[in-house]
């Protein structure tokens, strides 16, 4: 059964965001809010947990899975940036993009497109996911909470822990965010691609 945590949206309770990462250190998996929708996240070296958001969402092995990190400082270490791309990315962030950009040796190969080498990488704007990015020290793995054969990211707290109750270890409610996930860009290339549109405006990237 899933612990679930009732979070101020604007003044995250330090003892809540504790526990969660305590949980998260423990190599569990969770349903937490961002700044476009809810997402199934874990520690990068969860491996485990990688294959219960696989088979939650049920992921091919070309899906690319996003690393969401806390600050511009933490993405660097995570992905190859040039100084054209360092400024467009730079400028879009935080916000509800995802980048996809060529992974440096950092990130695990399991967490890698299988041909392209790349990872995805965003640095969120909400309030609740930086305090839990903040005591945790170390960017999350993560995943947009869209189930197989659903349209829309569930948005509800209270619907994720009925419906997740058996499959993740913790919900994080801090009210609804979105039902929109990020725009996805693919920068890995020197042109920018986009690959899906979403809550962040493409317009700057076209």
């Not at 998260?24 to 998996?29: F, T």
């Not at 916000?95 to 950009?101: A, H, R």
């Not at 040796?105 to 299988?114: D, G, N, Q, T």
């Amino acid at each position: 059964m899933a612990k679930y945590f009732d979070v101020h949206p604007d003044n995250p309770q330090p003892r809540a965001i504790s526990q969660v990462v305590g949980l998260l250190k423990d190599d569990a998996l969770i349903a937490y809010p961002t700044d476009s929708c809810y997402a199934l996240g874990c520690r990068i070296g969860n491996a485990s947990g990688l294959e219960r958001i696989r088979e939650i969402r049920r992921l091919g092995s070309g899906h690319h899975f996003t690393l969401v990190c806390r600050d511009f400082a933490q993405l660097g270490q995570l992905v190859q940036i040039n100084n054209a791309v360092f400024r467009a990315v730079k400028a879009a962030t935080p916000g509800s993009y995802t980048f996809i950009l060529p992974a440096t040796r950092e990130v695990p190969r399991r967490l890698l497109h299988p041909k392209k080498k790349t990872v995805g990488v965003r640095i969120p704007e909400n309030v609740v996911t930086q305090a839990i990015l903040a005591e945790l020290g170390e960017p999350l793995l993560s995943s947009t909470l869209l189930l197989p054969g659903e349209e829309e990211p569930l948005t509800e707290g209270w619907e994720i822990k009925e419906r997740l109750d058996h499959v993740v270890d913790a919900v994080i409610d801090s009210g609804e965010c979105g039902t929109v996930p990020t725009t996805v860009v693919d920068l890995s290339g020197g042109t920018p691609e986009i690959l899906r549109e979403g809550a962040g405006d493409p317009s700057r990237f076209l």
